[in-house]
């Protein structure tokens, strides 16, 4: 059973305009979700994070959205730009110990 | 710098064949993992340790085992490899328990079992 869902494997973008990945869990009791990158041949990197008990949080150019009620997470990327092109996951934690990773979407964002 | 490091990056093996990759960092995390990654499945946890000899199953840990004698090192053997054991697979640190806490991974490890 998947908990964390993220239902775009792939996404292609414009330099310049919004990205948004989006992601979708099953359990409630998940306390804090995190959006990790990973370039190839790399290990993924942690990009930003948020509290349940939030439903926004901001870094630079990146924003996660926390929608509790339709169980619903979105990353938006503004303005893309080329590097950013990469795997995108979503995780998910609760009992402090566990983090549960979604499948993963592929950005890509060409000129 | 601070990082995690994994040996070997690549591994083509045999079935059967017992084998090990080892994990460290260098950051004093109490909290280290192992995590593989396959096409369509993400990154599911296997192992995990809270602090030295205190470890506990993820989520896929049949076939594998872990020990961690030392804070900064966290191998993953392989007793008796299979085919379905072939992926691509990370280790992980972070400072604490708590989802708050940022992982650092590791570069990965491509294993191929024949």
């Known amino acids: 059973d998947q908990q964390v869902k993220q239902n775009s494997p792939s996404l292609s973008v414009q330099e310049g305009r919004i990205s948004i990945l989006n992601c979708d869990y099953t359990n409630s009791m998940f306390d804090y979700f995190l959006w990790y990158k990973k370039y190839p041949a790399e290990g993924p990197t942690f990009l930003i994070s948020?509290?349940?008990?939030?439903d926004k949080n901001e870094d630079g150019r990146f924003t996660v959205f926390l929608n509790k009620s339709a169980k619903h997470l979105s990353l938006h990327i503004v303005p893309s730009q080329p590097g950013d092109s990469a795997v995108y996951f979503c995780?998910?934690?609760?009992?402090?110990?566990?983090?549960?990773f979604g499948t993963g979407t592929r950005l890509q964002v060409f000129p | 710098e601070a990082q995690v490091t994994q040996n070997p990056r690549y591994l083509i093996t045999v079935t059967g064949k017992k084998l090990t990759v080892t994990c460290s960092q260098n950051m004093n995390h109490e909290y280290m993992s192992w995590y593989r990654q396959d096409p369509g499945l993400g990154l599911r946890q296997i192992y995990y340790s809270m602090n030295v000899e205190v470890t506990d199953k993820g989520d896929v840990p049949e076939g594998y085992k872990v020990s961690r004698k030392e804070k900064r090192n966290f191998p993953l053997i392989l007793e008796s490899p299979s085919p379905n054991q072939t992926s691509l697979y990370f280790c992980?640190?972070?400072?604490?328990?708590?989802?708050?806490?940022?992982?650092?991974f590791g570069p990965g490890t491509r294993l191929t079992v024949t």
């Open positions: 995780a998910a934690s609760y009992n402090t110990d566990k983090l549960i």
């Open positions: 948020i509290s349940s008990i939030k």
């Open positions: 992980a640190s972070r400072i604490g328990t708590g989802g708050m806490y940022e992982q650092y």
